[in-house]
């Protein structure tokens, strides 16, 4: 290691923000001013990666690849688009227990383990994050709940602390950053003596219903948590707001407890963009394999370590940051569960350096397949197959796959090879879309 102690992680995602719904990523301001200003200044001060992507453009399979640094459907369960709440009670539909994870791994290279947030991973008895190598858990297990009952769409209270059923009064991201900050404040002391943490901060923002710190009123009048009747861009932006408030909120508990210069932060988004969402000047958004579906922020943060105003076009996906992760906390993934993310460790120390990362995707719905090699993608959706020059057409709209056949066959046998080294999507495996052209017209 580079550093006398190892450093403090925290890997902060956000759920449904699209690609360009951030400041440092193009986003206009709102109506009072700039969306995310604490996340604008942690890319400032660190790393900006404008090529990167989530494991999936739907929730829980991307969070299976962060887990477990495998493509996602490796595991049955991360072939649900996405989980949802008829999974509780199944022993199948979650994340298997005996998997080693990014938090387990992490643990056994030394460090103290907590999610705050989300978890999506399934329900417990058979699942939970105290069974998946967290120390802690302070969050929900859902999907999505209500910002202010904290409910799940079945109407379930969904806040725990570890598998013990909590209640408190509050706005969930405000709840969640305070946590994020107790925690820290906790382990100051530890981390100062070498016992350092990883801290997983799963925001259900800027994610339905449409609520913002001033909608408890809402909250009692929507009809279901999809909210199909509700929320409008200002809305959505105050909820990205209050989420970067709360970012701002544990950068200035590290900076107190001495700890910021050698604290590794990630921020990301777990797929692409819904439908208040700027993904600009990609198409599509969550649920597509088009870029708008899967290119997301990333940002990194690390003074000891991370040049200031740095910019990388390295193409990497989730589970490439889990590996990083575990490679930069001194972790090794274990010899039965080779892992397919490659760590960019070394893109953090040099900013400069890039090497050559085919990515690989696919859904179940629309029969969706694609794969970024280079400045290329190879697309299907549906019956219809298409090639992009991303470098060129990031909104993929000229395609090449006639004019540059040779390539495009290529690439899609390349895909195909890629397929069958993973598993088939099962008879059972469900597709849930919240909505459809009758609810609103497509985008
Ligand atoms: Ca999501």
């Not at 990883?198 to 009692?220: N, Q």
């Not at 900076?255 to 988004?269: A, W």
């Amino acid at each position: 290691m580079l550093l006398m102690n190892k450093p403090n992680i925290i890997f902060i995602v956000a759920d449904d923000l699209g690609f360009a719904d951030l400041g440092c990523y193009g986003a206009r301001d709102s109506v009072w001013g700039p969306v995310s200003p604490n996340i604008d200044a942690l890319a400032a001060g660190g790393l900006r990666m404008t090529q990167g992507y989530s494991n999936s453009p739907v929730c829980s399979p991307t969070r299976f690849a962060l887990m477990t640094m495998r493509y996602q459907y490796r595991v049955r369960g991360g072939m649900e688009e996405p989980i949802n709440s008829k999974s509780k009670g199944s022993t199948t539909l979650g994340l298997p227990t005996d998997i080693p994870t990014l938090p387990s791994l992490l643990k056994d290279a030394g460090y103290t383990t907590a999610l705050i947030g989300k978890w999506h991973l399934g329900y417990p008895p058979a699942f939970g994050p105290l069974r998946s190598g967290y120390d802690d858990f302070y969050g929900i297990m859902a999907g999505g709940v209500d910002y202010f009952s904290h409910c799940s769409g079945k109407g379930d209270h969904d806040l725990f602390v570890g598998e013990q059923e909590h209640h408190e009064v509050g706005y969930l991201t405000d709840l969640l950053s305070h946590r994020a900050v107790d925690y820290i404040d906790s382990k100051a002391a530890s981390a100062k003596a070498g016992q350092p943490f990883f801290m997983s901060l799963h925001y259900t923002a800027p994610h339905w219903p449409w609520e913002t710190r001033d909608d408890a009123e809402v909250a009692t009048k929507i009809a279901n948590l999809y909210h199909l009747d509700g929320g409008n861009i200002h809305t959505y932006h105050r909820m990205i707001q209050h989420m970067d408030e709360g970012i701002g909120w544990v950068t200035e508990s590290l900076r107190k407890n001495g700890l910021l210069d050698n604290t590794l932060i990630v921020f990301t988004s777990d797929n692409g963009g819904e439908r208040f969402s700027n993904n600009w000047p990609l198409v599509g958004g969550k649920m597509d394999l088009t870029e708008g579906g899967i290119r997301v922020p990333w940002v990194a943060h690390w003074p000891a370590v991370i040049p200031a105003g740095s910019v990388s076009a390295q193409h990497c996906m989730t589970m490439d940051w889990s590996a990083t992760l575990l490679d930069v906390g001194g972790g090794k993934p274990h010899p039965n569960y080779p892992i397919d993310g490659q760590s960019i460790f070394k893109v953090l120390r040099d900013p400069t350096h890039t090497f050559e990362r085919p990515l690989y995707w696919r859904m179940n719905h629309r029969q969706q397949r694609a794969m970024r090699l280079g400045d290329w993608k190879y697309l299907k959706v549906d019956d219809n197959e298409y090639l992009f020059n991303i470098a060129h057409d990031e909104r993929e709209r000229a395609n090449l796959a006639d004019r540059e056949g040779e390539r495009f066959a290529t690439m899609r046998q390349q895909y195909l090879s890629w397929d069958a080294t993973v598993p088939p999507i099962p008879e059972d495996a469900v597709v849930s879309l919240v909505y459809s052209t009758k609810n609103m017209p497509e985008r």
